[in-house]
């Protein structure tokens, strides 16, 4: 960021900057900006200008702030600027399909696993004859359609690419923060041209209509919903993706997102291969730990490794390598805080893994408990 000020040749005395501060204009907060090199004195009789090139660090939360420099107690200049909030490119992807009578379609997607994992929308899923990712540097690579969930549309698919940068899913405690009001950035593609749009959420709990008689809950957002960007993150200030572009009202040029907890956890599972039951198991690995993840968030879901062992008359699915704490894992497998806390002071420490337990003969969960990390 750079700044110029011209101090005024009719100055009568020499003056010393004494501090600079960012003035948050939304929350009213003010704090110390940092001083940079040159503060003066600055000698009457002169016109001089003092031009200060990237001395602050801009601040980290998105909003509106005025830079204030101080004489003693009194504010002699001040700078208007807005901080937006951050998406790391890296992770999202454009996504297109080739269909069934020579049709196309493109939307958008982010990566979710370092492995190749990624997160779209295909509204014609089953009538895919190839489909192909785009990374953010123009390399395109096949894909193959691991999941798909017919309610949202929203499905993983995977490519043959490893040491990826992933996206972060937001909490459940994080997407329980937003509301109206709130500041938020769709990314994806459009017209086949990367694009941030930033949004605001306006109903925090909306009901889209979808088949006759049946209703999706969703997020409303002024804004985002462009050709091809269906599929792409919707990413708070912390860059965490809170949130799926869905949709859009072409009356209003509203957006509608699915939050990261109302996106079925199994869609964030790795790749398994599919596997028969048997008279003595008939509950399969895959099937054991797709009852599990159901029972998890989904950002814990995303970035488990997933292990599954059977022991006579159950399954343990093990999600480890969490590095949780403990309002991430909330409601499940831990308990409610206490009236008036939080999960974390209730529940302090980090988690390692969650273990839960599967009824090999009926598929019902049995147990689950979250395991702390060794200190």
Known sequence: MYLGLRISEQLETDITFSRYTFFNRDTGEEVEAGLPGDLGPFEPGRATLAGFQNPWMVPADPGN?????YL?????ASAMLEVSPRVTRQPVVMVKSQ???????QSSGFIFRS???VLTFLADASEIERLEVVLGNGLPLEASVSRTDNTTSLACIKIERDNLVPFTLAGNNEVAELKTGTHLVVAGYSDGEYREIEVEVLDVRYDLPLHPGT????????????????????VNAAGHVVGVMLAVDPETGESFMVPVNRIPSVLFLPTTAQEGTSDIQPISRVQAIETAAKMLPASIVARA???AEVHDQYWEVIFDNLNAKADELMPFPLKGPPPGGSASEAYPGIYQSVVITVDAETGYPKSAVAREMPE
């Open 215 to 234: 209703t999706l809950p969703v997020m409303k957002l002024d804004a985002g919903g462009e050709l091809g960007m269906a599929g792409g993150p919707v």
């Open 72 to 76: 003693d107690n009194t504010v002699i």
């Open 115 to 117: 492995n190749g994992h």
């Open 305 to 307: 490794d997933i292990k």
């Open 99 to 105: 269909l069934t009578g020579g049709r196309s379609g």
């Open 65 to 69: 702030y005025e830079l204030r420099v």
